[in-house]
């Protein structure tokens, strides 16, 4: 492989933990809540994914016990926020340090250890074409059902029964309630799948996309997966584009060391941080915009009382 | 569910205090099972927790030395989170005053000036405060979300601390460490007894207390923030600036986490280094909120998790227990808090469907 | 099933809420082919009865009968499975979405068929609305056509309307009206809640009257006059206003808008286009309308809560001064007043004392010192207001929250009067207050007049506005009509304002053309 082929092929792969986790915490947010324990629900899955890959060398048995221990923390979280009503910030955030802490402690006999790495799937004929092939059609399974997914999800959201009971129910909790959807039920759902695709997203992070466990090791993804789904203006497209474009600067440290350029790794390990930062900036900038985009009673409680 | 919640009339007064209570106990349990799962002794383990802490005057001081960062930015983090502006991004000022407040002492490796200890004070709490006027800036300026940019802000202050360490301020007698030169003691603050840590600087946190106290109980200013949390259209109305409320919150908060981090340095630590803030700016997250955002409350809570802070590195040792498990204690508390103080606002009521088809009963 | 048996038939309701018994023992009999009123005024419990049979809150005892079956109904859903549906007051559509969409939320089937569906019965009542524009683009008549067509698709035996004129111009109140009667006619029982005794009189079968939660009869309103009704409905005698002492008024304007022209930065937002306004010291002008035509824009204008950097020096001026520029606390200095339309997180904080709540804009009163605030005087000053205004509360400490909307919209206009203003604006003065409050909050704002205060208000009440004003416009889509003498024109003109014509247009655009 070239290093071009290399940088676009890792480029996609890298978007993988963004996008999942991104597109888990975009329906929460359909809904109407926001949850900012994506960093935490990410480590635990992380650890506990390693874990179960570590010991039974089956992946996909990683990825469901993953994909299960996410939901399990989103559902405490649900708990608090949407049974207790408890503040949706504050609530994301203790979810978050409770999940960070289980990491730790879950993965403290497994530091530094390792797994073997697996392959991607050859799509025949396909990944034989010159640049295109390698970056395209010889990745993970992961990677395409997740570019797959954001599909299924643009489309329910956009398209569907369900998707429209999501939107209403995160635009506007009272009239949704009163035409009689289940907006508790909803709510805990979209929570609950967030917490399914950033299960996921951890177990990608720790058993497939760098196969070792390191404390501390999603260091901020499950944050920018936050920020991305303010950037795709609650899209999922541009959601998808945000997260390739998180992918490549997170790889922005491999091709400077190996084009042996001289900036300090301190700056390049920031420039995902620093990009979030601009272009949080930019978008936000058009307040009509995000108005329009945003589900209008996000963040807010609802105590299933009939309004006003 | 066979309940449901249903809005107070009144606050209950009674839960306000009851609410940190419970959320002490119920974590103490959640912990202890998850304690009893991984095998390890409850018993020991809590007693390393809430009774070693005060066993001996060395370890009571040492407690306090905890208590005074917690307190100091967690007074500041509370005005904040009531004027509704989630700074949570401490940790990165914290980072970034200790830095500042560094300069001097590397910089005048060999000064023994008196204005070496002022002069630190003075950028520890203007570096915090830089810090935190970019997420400002940003909040008022861009609307940028501030909860992403102070975090965003903190991890960048990190790399910009291992920056340093690793090049142009690393000690060159260090053996390669990633940390600077010790102070000089002119750059530090006097031990309050000899043979412990605890020093001088805990006076700041405490008259920090009181001035937050005047103003957010008594003065018009605190007023304004507040009014501005719970009802912004109201704020707007009666013509107080909701820019300015972003620039106060976030310029207090950076001044606090900046002294703190100044008084790591020229205090316990002695010198800049890569855990210089001991994870103090999340934890004063949790104090903040665990003293329900009052400067009162707070020093009970800051109290409470230097206790716990101090009890985790005892049970490090009696009883193998990793420093995540203080972690898992502190998120447990924080969630069990949150959830438990919405009966403040809020009562059980029991749902009584069946009473519709009991009255009807004689009837068909 | 025998003629008479009534299509729904409620025994004995209660509902009790921690402070107040909202309903208490109702017992109401709904015949189909009949359209039935629930009349009462503010916090008589009609709103509360009607979210019980729609299933949207469940009683504490009594029961429900359906066709002589008793039923539960546990939620809006179940309600629209036996043929209930309901218009609300504030609709509950969704801004974001298109009218198909919103239909499609609660009527199962291909969007492509509903949208035709939706043309058929528009055709059919008289009830057009496009399928597939965007619900934020609707005007309120337009709106609450979409909710009616939402419950006609389906199986609708029984249709509930909560106040659905008080959102309308009189013009398209007539047309609501043939509506209804040809559904009547079609074999729908329709419950049918206002405060507005007139209208019941033309246009119900049958009426029954709460008050304070009880019924108070259940009358025939074709043949009760209007004053037996106000009588059954408020228990007493209403005190009349005293109108009027032509006093002079005030040569300067106290408030005079220039050319004001805003685009609106919110995209669900009305932009306003070259509004004029003066008013003087000594008169009452009103701003009649149908909500969201601009009027919240207008508002948060003239109060300094927005500032619109674009705008001339000149183009607001308070008490002859350009304000253009000034905040809400720099306006209050110069001597005017607001009383917002929403009480509740704007006039007033929830969760706050009435105490701090009047610190919220008299601070500048003296009830600061060096920043600190004078917590004795504050207390006697809300005090003082509490008395003065008659507002039922618990003190200075009970907090906001916890008043009525009549006793609080009172607290707040005591407070904003204690700040002896030159100028008061008071956007919907008696919005959701008892009929007690509301004469004497009238009342009061035609003394202030008396004593030579500039007063504006926007209201959308018409009976309001002829009753107090002495002068009108009308705004519409953010235009704003020229001013009219209160006395020279009749709530019809008015009306045709609102729909975006003016009275003997035809000939003014014979001439422009």
Not at chain 2, 198 to 205: E, G, H, V
Not at chain 3, 67 to 87: E, F, H, S, Y
Not at chain 3, 344 to 363: C, D, I, K, W
Not at chain 3, 441 to 467: H, T, W
């Amino acid at each position: 492989m070239s290093t071009l082929e290399f940088f676009l092929a890792g480029t996609f792969s890298a978007a993988t933990i963004f996008l999942l986790a991104a597109l888990g915490e975009l329906v929460a947010e359909k809904s109407g809540v926001l949850n900012l324990s994506v960093e935490g629900m990410m480590a635990v899955s992380a650890a506990i994914g390693f874990l179960v890959t570590y010991e039974t060398g089956n992946h996909l048995l990683g990825f469901a016990v993953a994909g299960v221990a996410g939901v399990l923390i989103s559902l405490v979280f649900a708990l608090t926020t949407i049974t207790f009503l408890a503040n949706q910030v504050a609530s994301g955030l203790a979810v978050g340090i409770l999940g960070l802490g289980l990491s730790a402690l879950i993965g403290r006999d497994y530091e530094s250890l390792t797994i073997p790495s697996t392959d991607g799937i050859q799509i025949p004929v396909l990944s034989e074409i010159p640049l295109i092939g390698p970056v395209l059609f010889q990745q993970n399974l992961v990677v395409y059902m997740t570019f797959l997914l954001a599909i299924i999800i643009g489309y329910t959201l956009k398209h569907t029964r369900l998707g429209l009971a999501i939107r209403s129910t995160g635009e506007n909790p009272h009239a949704a309630q009163a035409l009689g959807f289940p907006v508790f039920l909803i709510r805990y759902g979209c929570v609950a799948f967030g917490g399914l695709l950033a299960g996921f997203a951890g177990a990608y992070a720790s058993t497939i996309y760098t196969p070792l466990w390191a404390d501390g090791m999603i260091a901020g993804r499950g944050w920018i997966a936050v920020a991305l789904v303010v950037f795709g203006t609650w899209k999922t497209g541009r959601i998808a584009f945000g997260a390739l474009l998180f992918g490549m600067v997170s790889l922005g440290e491999l091709i400077a060391q190996s084009m042996g350029a001289s900036i300090p790794s301190q700056l390049l390990s920031s420039l995902p941080y620093i990009v979030t930062i601009v272009v949080l900036a930019i978008i936000s900038t058009d307040k009509a915009r995000m108005r329009l985009h945003s589900p209008f009673s996000l963040g807010e409680t609802f105590d299933g009382t009939e309004g006003r | 569910m066979p309940f449901k919640l249903q809005r107070r009339e009144h606050a209950s007064r009674l839960m306000l205090i009851a609410a940190p209570l419970s959320a002490v106990v119920l974590s103490t349990i959640v912990c202890s099972g998850l304690l009893f799962i991984l095998n390890k002794p409850v018993g020991q383990t809590l007693y390393s927790f809430f009774i070693a802490p005060f066993e001996n005057f060395y370890s009571i001081t040492e407690v306090f030395l905890k208590f005074g960062p917690l307190l100091l930015i967690a007074q500041a983090l509370a005005v904040g989170f009531r004027a509704k502006v989630w700074n949570i991004g401490a940790e990165g000022q914290m980072i970034v005053g200790a830095i500042a407040a560094s300069s001097v002492p590397v910089y005048f490796v060999d000064s023994t000036s008196d204005w070496l200890l002022p002069a630190m004070i003075i950028l520890g709490a203007l570096g915090g405060m830089a810090w935190a006027a970019i997420a400002a800036f940003l909040k008022t300026r861009f609307n940028a979300n501030e909860i992403l940019v102070t975090l965003m802000l903190t991890s960048i202050a990190l790399q910009l601390l291992y920056y340093l360490l690793l090049g142009p301020w690393k000690d060159p007698m260090g053996f390669n460490f990633p940390q600077t030169v010790m102070f000089q003691n002119e750059a530090l603050f006097e031990p309050l007894f000899s043979g412990v840590r605890l020093n001088t600087s805990i006076a700041i946190p405490i008259i920090f207390t009181i001035v937050i106290w005047l103003f957010m109980e008594r003065h018009f200013g605190g007023f304004k923030l507040v009014v501005g949390g719970l009802a912004p259209q109201a704020a707007t109305y009666a013509g107080f600036s909701a820019k300015k409320a972003v620039w106060v919150s976030l310029l207090l908060a950076g001044f606090a986490a900046g002294l703190a981090g100044m008084s790591e340095v020229a205090g316990p630590i002695g010198q800049l280094q890569r855990s210089v803030t001991s994870g103090y700016g999340y934890s004063a997250i949790i104090v903040a909120y665990l003293g329900a955002l009052n400067p009162l409350g707070i020093v009970f809570a800051a109290f409470f998790l230097a206790v716990l802070q101090i009890g985790g590195d005892v049970a490090l040792v009696s009883a193998n227990l990793p420093i995540s498990a203080v972690h898992v204690f502190q998120g447990l508390l924080l969630i069990f808090y949150l959830a438990v103080y919405t009966l403040v606002h809020y009562q059980f009521k029991p749902i009584r469907s069946a009473s519709l088809s009991a009255t009807s009963d004689h009837v068909t | 099933m025998s003629a008479n048996l009534p299509l729904l038939s409620l025994k004995n309701i209660t509902k009790r809420y921690p402070s107040v018994v909202a309903n208490d023992n109702i017992c109401l009999d709904v015949h189909a082919n009949s359209i039935h009123a629930v009349l009462g005024e503010n916090g008589a419990g009609k709103s509360t009865l009607m979210k019980l049979v729609y299933g949207l809150i469940q009683g504490d005892s009594g029961e429900m009968l359906w066709q002589g079956q008793r039923v539960q109904l546990r939620n809006p859903a179940a309600a629209r499975k036996l043929g209930i549906g309901m218009v609300f007051q504030h609709f509950s559509l969704f801004e974001t979405l298109s009218v198909v969409e919103n239909i499609s939320l609660t009527i199962p089937g291909p969007r492509h068929d509903l949208s035709q569906k939706i043309r058929e019965i528009g055709e059919r009542f008289q009830l057009t609305v496009n399928p597939d524009a965007s619900v934020h683009s609707l005007s309120v008549g337009e709106r609450q056509r979409v909710e009616i067509i939402r419950c006609l698709l389906q199986d609708l035996k029984l249709l509930i309307l909560d106040e659905p004129t008080s959102v309308l111009p009189p013009q398209h109140i007539s047309a609501l009206f043939k509506a209804l009667r040809k559904l009547r006619d079609s074999g729908v029982a329709i419950l049918f809640i206002s405060h507005k005794l007139e209208e019941i009189r033309e246009l119900c079968d049958t009426a029954t009257v709460l008050r304070g939660g009880k019924v108070a009869g259940t009358i025939d309103p074709t043949i009760t006059s209007t004053q037996e009704l106000a009588t059954l409905m408020i228990g007493h005698e209403v005190a009349s206003i005293q109108s009027r002492s032509d006093k002079p008024k005030s040569e300067q304007a106290l408030l005079q808008l220039e050319s004001v022209s805003v685009a609106s930065d919110d995209p669900f937002g009305t932009s306003l286009r070259d509004i004029n306004i003066q008013v003087h010291g000594g008169e009452i002008v009103g701003i009649a309308g149908v909500s969201g035509n601009g009027q919240a824009e207008l508002s948060r204008l003239i109060s300094g809560e927005q500032i619109d950097r674009n705008l001339a020096t000149n183009a607001i001026r308070m008490m002859g001064q350009p304000v253009t520029y000034l905040g809400a606390a720099q306006r209050r200095a110069l001597g005017f007043a607001f009383v917002p339309e929403e009480r509740l997180g704007r006039g007033a904080v929830p969760l706050m004392s009435l105490a701090q709540n009047t610190l919220l804009t008299t601070f500048d009163k003296g009830l600061l010192k060096g920043g600190f605030i004078q917590r004795k005087k504050l207390q006697s000053q809300t005090d003082e207001c509490i008395q003065e205004f008659d507002v039922r509360c618990g003190g200075v400490n009970a907090v906001a929250g916890s008043l009525s909307g009549g006793n609080l919209q009172k607290f707040i206009i005591g407070r904003e009067l204690m700040l002896s203003p030159k100028l008061l604006f008071v956007a919907q003065p008696t919005w959701g207050v008892d009929i007690g409050a509301a004469t004497a909050i009238r009342q009061r704002l035609l003394n202030l007049r008396d004593s030579g205060i500039a007063v504006l208000i926007v209201s959308e009440e018409l009976e309001e506005l002829f009753e107090i004003t002495d002068r009108l416009h009308v705004i519409n889509s953010g235009n704003l009509s020229p001013s009219l003498n209160t006395a020279d024109v009749t709530p019809n003109d008015i009306g045709e304002y609102m729909i975006g014509q003016s009275p003997g247009s035809k000939q003014e655009t014979r001439h422009a053309v």
